[in-house]
């Protein structure tokens, strides 16, 4: 009996199959990343839950140098829970989805005043403090924790949809998805299984030319053998994204300091520093109601070109006027030098505004 055969059944895959091949290929393959334990390490949970905050919505390669500046800048969670939530915002600055930012302080905070500053080993304790979800209590549960969880990631959706060769579409199946993954799970070792899952995601099991001959279930795999392979998974059509205008303004003083503020503690880029703007609605602002939203009556300037910047559910272009005043007094924000502007924990559209208003100026 060859090799396929022994690891299924007339009923489909052995899981002890699935498990024995993806844990002795993540043994050989294993990548190595910052936050990860090596093999004999007990994992910190502390790193694990800063890294899957990171990680949501965001490459490995975007988050490696803010996880390393945040571990060293905050070795414990404690030491993060002690920190102004200012200083989180702005050492977030660049990574974007900021809501992670203020969850992250939130959670460190729960952490540290319910559990003495120490993580919760449970799914479900995990699921009730800030910020963490399903997927990341699952991950924190069994790669902290070594818990027999299952977190069902973009990597980990993909590998279970081939796999089983799951045809209806994302996200409806997730469900589905998630029931099937979970048959797979292990007792021993569930952490590392579920890395394995990201890591043959990530790395052979790919959105587009997947690597199947190196892939550990290649004569398993039911999507392989029928052909559909790079078809899945399937995903239901994205409703168009609308797009919102506004105003930025860009205010110098005499010294040459431009004026920021802080935007409001909830909503879009909450708490995050700004370049004072309009409000960014469909139609954007007339002359009139810019010129009321700005924050100092001078002779403004519009400058040549358009900011374009895309968040999760729309477009935004952004006009940016240029202004002057020869004194601070009366205007409400804070005044940070050319010098120090890389400092300030802009977010990536307020940069963009920044580089245009510098550019054009």
Not at 192 to 202: I, N, S, T, V, Y
Not at 211 to 229: I, M, N, Q, T
Not at 299 to 306: F, N
Request: charged share 20%.
């Amino acid at each position: 009996m060859d090799a396929a055969a022994a690891d299924q059944t007339s009923e489909g895959i052995v899981p002890e199959a699935v498990q024995r091949r993806l844990l002795d290929w993540y043994d050989r393959h294993r990548r190595r990343l910052p936050w990860r334990a090596l093999p004999g390490e007990t994992p910190d949970p502390y790193a694990v839950w800063l890294s899957e905050i990171m990680l949501q919505q965001t490459t490995v390669a975007a988050v490696k140098p803010y996880f390393e500046a945040f571990l060293n800048r905050w070795p414990r969670v404690a030491d993060l829970a002690a920190a102004p939530q200012e200083e989180v915002l702005t050492a977030w600055a660049g990574l974007g989805y900021y809501a992670r930012a203020r969850n992250l302080h939130a959670c460190a905070k729960a952490v540290t005043e319910r559990h003495g500053g120490r993580f919760p080993d449970s799914e479900s304790a995990l699921r009730a403090l800030p910020g963490i979800g399903p997927y990341t209590a699952a991950a924190i549960a069994a790669i902290a924790f070594d818990r027999p969880a299952t977190p069902l990631d973009g990597n980990i959706e993909r590998v279970t949809a081939r796999l089983f060769a799951v045809t209806e579409p994302l996200p409806r199946v997730k469900p589905t998805l998630q029931a099937l993954a979970a048959t797979l799970t292990p007792q021993a070792r569930p952490g590392d299984f579920a890395q394995a899952k990201m890591d043959l995601g990530a790395t052979v099991c790919l959105p587009r030319n997947p690597k199947c001959l190196l892939c550990p279930f290649e004569d398993l795999c039911a999507a392989r053998a029928a052909g559909l392979a790079e078809e899945l998974p399937r995903k239901a059509p994205k409703a168009a994204k609308p797009t919102r205008r506004g105003v930025a303004f860009w205010l110098t003083r005499s010294d040459g300091a431009v004026l920021l503020r802080r935007r409001p503690p909830k909503g879009l880029l909450g708490g995050m520093t700004e370049v004072p703007s309009s409000d960014w609605t469909e139609t954007g602002p007339g002359e009139g109601a810019a010129v009321g939203a700005a924050p100092a009556q001078v002779s403004w300037q519009a400058l040549p070109g358009i900011v374009r910047h895309t968040f999760t559910h729309f477009h935004l272009e952004l006009t940016v006027w240029s202004g002057r005043v020869e004194e601070s007094d009366g205007v409400e924000g804070f005044w940070v030098s050319l010098e120090e502007l890389g400092a300030a924990g802009l977010p990536s559209v307020m940069q963009k505004v920044a580089k245009h208003a510098i550019k054009g100026a």
